[in-house]
């Protein structure tokens, strides 16, 4: 069983920064690909950015990229979601999510088993 934790949410100004955490339970972090997803009411969960197990591979959603970065930390059990450039457009709830069976970056949903409870960012214009 793996436990995800997420924080750094909050309100923010179009424009600005945050950084999301996600800190996992287990000792078995550092085999596991990890993944930022979101989602807005109506709407499909969808990929932010994805990080493989050892690190050497990502991937972003081309609304994000060059403005988000996914980061990990297996010393920590934790991984990270740099945010710039926030837009209106990027307000929804954001996941953290773990596959324990997929060790490369992946962007598939269904290709993990473990989830975090959310945590919200409301962008403002």
């Known amino acids: 069983q793996v436990q995800l934790v997420e924080s750094g949410g909050g309100l923010v100004q179009a424009g600005g920064s945050l950084r999301l955490s996600c800190a996992a339970s287990?000792?078995?972090?550092?085999?596991?690909?990890m993944g930022w997803f979101r989602q807005t009411p109506g709407k499909e969960r969808e990929l932010v950015a994805t990080?493989?197990?050892?690190?050497?591979?990502?991937a972003d959603a081309d609304s994000v990229k060059g403005r988000f970065t996914i980061s990990r930390d297996n010393a920590k059990n934790t991984v990270y979601l740099q945010m710039n450039s926030l837009k209106p457009e990027d307000t929804a709830i954001y996941y953290c999510?773990?596959?324990?069976?997929?060790?490369?970056?992946?962007?598939?949903?269904?290709?993990?088993?473990?989830w975090g409870q959310g945590t919200q960012v409301p962008v403002s214009s």
């Open positions: 999510a773990a596959s324990t069976w997929v060790s490369t970056a992946s962007k598939f949903p269904v290709h993990y088993d473990f």
């Open positions: 287990g000792r078995t972090f550092s085999s596991k690909t």
């Open positions: 990080i493989s197990a050892g690190g050497g591979d990502t």
